[in-house]
């Protein structure tokens, strides 16, 4: 195939064409190709817990979910969902109408856009973002409007750096969100923990967003897919929690992240019940159901106590101070990780400027596979030459990889 009809028009649409392979793909495949350490795409290489995975064993044997579970997810999970809502941040959520269970949050995030958007609507979104949201977006005919988090200066923060030195955080600028703004925007987009950049938005930013949305009378989708993944002084805070922002916003969870399964791809949003209905209207046109005896496990380890919780958090800490180490170590500039599986760095201390070129030499120059940040970038200048590195893995392999990387600083 070469992508042509006869009449030369290109198969792939216009409004997906420019999007090409997502980089984790890519970058997956490139890993394997050279046998190399793969810090790219975030997943973890160990899998969650034993009774979880002995959850969706049971399940399966015992014919829980097998067939088409129902169209809004089971509703074990949709009661587990709405209970570590209201168990962790005091939200209340009726598990029949303010709860759906999706194919992962990729898929809310889809069905979300999908559901929400007109054509011509704009989406105010913090760049750098997740991959999916520029795609999706486009496939919803929206128009992505990005505000882009920089790096802060660092200087009179040292006591927020947490055990890994890094000084430097990525900020969100509130003058700049304010300005994106316009007469034609239906929604923000918010994600907290932030992908790639490990930043955790604080309260006065949270505030400040959710007095921004009132004023403006926006909807919000906030994905929170990290939201266990919060490490030293920084607190996960759902933008739901905050006045004026439980009827408007859709709130993204995910059981990847916090139970290390990201292959089993159970999702789920909560919101007010009309836009659980409108992204409902979406989704059962996407997947109508998936992951049936996953659902049950999901719901089982939702369940868990909080000591799990606080461990795996605690372990991921562990990887993160690790790898940072390494990082700097090598010659990177560390940015503070304050969630998320993720570290990004600043590669001009190493003499390099070009994040792209960078990580697609790296596995020939020191066997490890990294993201270059600016494909989550429309503005790619603004970041060409950060790189990110995924920690969400066994402590040898960090070291093997920081091993491997100071490699570049000799
Ligand atoms: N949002 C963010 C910010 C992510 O990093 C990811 C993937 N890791 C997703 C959404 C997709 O999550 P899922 O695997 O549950 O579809
Ligand atoms: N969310 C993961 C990351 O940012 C990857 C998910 C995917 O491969 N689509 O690395």
């Known amino acids: 195939m070469t992508g042509m009809t006869s009449s030369t028009r290109p198969l792939l649409n216009r409004r997906l064409a420019g999007f090409g392979t997502t980089i984790f793909a890519e970058m997956s495949a490139l890993a394997l190709r050279t046998g190399s350490i793969n810090l790219g795409q975030g997943f973890p290489d160990t899998d969650g817990p034993e009774e979880v995975r002995e959850a969706a064993v049971r399940a399966l044997r015992e014919g829980r979910g097998n067939q088409y579970p129902p169209g809004p997810g089971v509703p074990e999970l949709r009661a587990a969902i709405t209970a570590h809502q209201e168990r962790r941040y005091g939200l209340s959520y009726d598990p029949d109408s303010e709860v759906l269970v999706t194919a992962g949050a990729t898929e809310a995030i889809a069905a979300a856009l999908l559901a929400l958007l ?30 882009t988090l920089r790096p802060d200066a660092g200087a009179g923060e040292a006591g927020e750096a947490g055990g890994t030195g890094a000084e430097r955080r990525f900020r969100l600028d509130l003058d700049e969100l304010r300005d994106a703004v316009t007469d034609r925007t239906r929604l923000l987009l918010i994600n907290t923990p932030h992908n790639p950049t490990g930043t955790v938005l604080t309260r006065a ?80 046109f996407l997947t109508y159901v998936s992951s049936g005896p996953f659902q049950y496990a999901v719901a089982e380890a939702l369940a868990l106590p909080d000591g799990y919780f606080t461990a795996f958090r605690d372990d991921m800490r562990a990887k993160r101070d690790l790898l940072a180490a390494g990082l700097a170590d090598a010659g990177f500039e560390v940015f503070r990780t304050a969630g998320t599986y993720f570290i990004t760095t600043d590669i001009r ?37 950060f790189v990110r590195f995924a920690f969400c893995k066994r402590k040898g392999v960090l070291e093997e990889a920081a091993s491997r990387l100071k490699t570049l600083a000799t």
């Open 118 to 147: 007109e054509p011509g609507d704009e989406v105010v979104a913090l760049e750098p973002y997740y991959d999916s949201y520029a795609a999706c977006i486009a496939m919803a005919g929206g128009r992505r409007v990005p505000v």
């Open 205 to 284: 930013e949270l505030a400040a967003i959710a007095e921004l949305a009132v004023e403006r009378d926006l909807l919000v989708v906030t994905d929170e897919v990290y939201e266990h993944l919060v490490f030293d002084d920084a607190e996960h805070l759902p933008l739901a929690t905050f006045p004026g922002m439980r009827e408007r916003t859709v709130t993204i969870g995910s059981a990847g992240k916090t139970f290390s399964f990201t292959g089993w791809k159970v999702g789920w949003i909560t919101a007010a019940p009309g836009l659980v209905a409108a992204v409902r209207a979406a989704k059962q």
């Open 349 to 385: 201390p190493l003499g390099e400027t070009d994040g792209f070129a960078f990580c697609r030499a790296l596995p020939e120059r020191a066997g490890v596979v990294a993201i270059p940040n600016a494909v989550f970038y429309d503005h790619r200048d603004a970041g060409a030459p």
